[in-house]
C-alpha cells in the first residue's frame, strides 16, 4: 500500500517541472567511502551494492522483482575527461563466467510492468452469513438435533484480483518507473569531474552470493567484489 502511494505520488511529478532532478546520484569525498573501490590510469572508482532492502527503501520501483541494483561512483584524472559508458560494465556471481550488462530505465520499466500485468491480487477476509432453516435440523459438531429458524456462520473468503490491477501494471505506471530510474542512474557521456549513479543488472539475487564487478577502463579490466 505504501508503494502504490509513492508510486501515485511521483505520477504528479513526472507531468512537473518542479519535479525535474539532474541524473545520478551526490559522489561521496572519495572512493574510498565506498565499499568497494579500485584505481586505475589516475581513474578512481568506488561501488557498493545495494541490499533488498537498500533497494526497497531508495526506489519507489520494486527493483528487487528483477535486478541487482550496483551504485557505482567515478572520479576522473585532474584535467582528462572521461567517457563513460554503461556497455564497459559487467556483473557475475564470483566463480561464474556468465555476467550481465546493466539494463536502460526503460527496459526494466517494461519488466517491471510486466510482472505487475501477470500478478493476481489475493486477499484472505474473514466473512459471516446469516439465514433461515425450517424444520429439524441434525447438527454433525453436536450429534443432536435442533429446530429451525435463523441461524449465523462464520468463515474466511479468498478473493483473486483481476489481471493487470497491481500497481505499475498500467502504462502510466511503466513511464513513472522509467523516469525515476533513468533520473537516478549513471549517465553515459563525457565526465570531467566526479560522477554517480545507479547500475540495474536483470541477475536474480542469490543469499550469500558474492558478486564481482568488472568495469573495462582505457582497455585495463578493473575488478570489484562485493561481500
Known amino acids: 500500500m505504501k508503494r502504490q502511494l509513492r508510486l501515485l505520488a511521483m505520477v504528479g511529478c513526472v507531468t512537473s517541472v518542479v519535479c525535474a532532478a539532474p541524473s545520478g546520484t551526490a ?3 572519495g572512493a574510498t567511502r565506498y565499499q568497494a573501490h579500485a584505481q586505475r590510469s589516475g ?3 568506488g561501488a557498493r551494492l545495494l541490499s533488498s532492502e537498500e533497494a526497497r527503501k531508495t526506489f519507489i520501483s520494486d527493483l528487487n522483482q528483477c535486478c541487482v541494483v550496483v551504485e557505482l561512483a567515478i572520479y576522473p584524472a585532474k584535467d582528462a575527461p572521461l567517457n563513460v559508458v554503461l556497455d564497459s560494465l559487467t556483473l557475475r556471481v ?3 563466467d556468465a555476467g550481465t550488462r546493466p539494463s536502460s530505465a526503460k527496459v526494466v520499466s517494461g519488466m517491471l510492468q ?3 500485468r501477470e500478478r493476481r491480487d489475493v486477499s484472505v477476509s474473514p466473512t459471516t452469513g446469516i439465514g433461515y432453516e425450517s424444520g429439524t435440523v441434525y447438527d454433525p459438531a453436536t450429534g443432536r438435533t435442533r429446530g429451525g429458524g435463523i441461524y449465523t456462520s462464520a468463515g474466511v473468503g479468498v478473493g483473486v484480483g483481476a489481471a493487470g490491477s497491481d500497481p505499475g501494471s498500467s502504462e502510466k505506471d511503466r513511464a513513472v518507473m522509467e523516469t525515476e530510474l533513468e533520473e537516478k ?7 570531467s569531474h566526479p560522477v554517480a549513479g545507479y547500475l540495474y543488472f536483470p ?13 573495462v577502463l ?3 579490466s578493473v575488478k570489484l567484489t562485493f561481500h
Request: proline content about 3%; glycine content about 12%.
Open 27 to 29: 559522489p561521496r569525498s
Open 43 to 45: 581513474v578512481d572508482i
Open 94 to 96: 564470483n566463480g561464474s
Open 114 to 116: 510486466k510482472r505487475a
Open 185 to 191: 542512474g549513471l549517465a553515459e557521456g563525457e565526465a
Open 203 to 215: 541477475v536474480t539475487r542469490t543469499k550469500k552470493a558474492t558478486y564481482e564487478l568488472e568495469y
Open 218 to 220: 582505457h582497455g585495463d
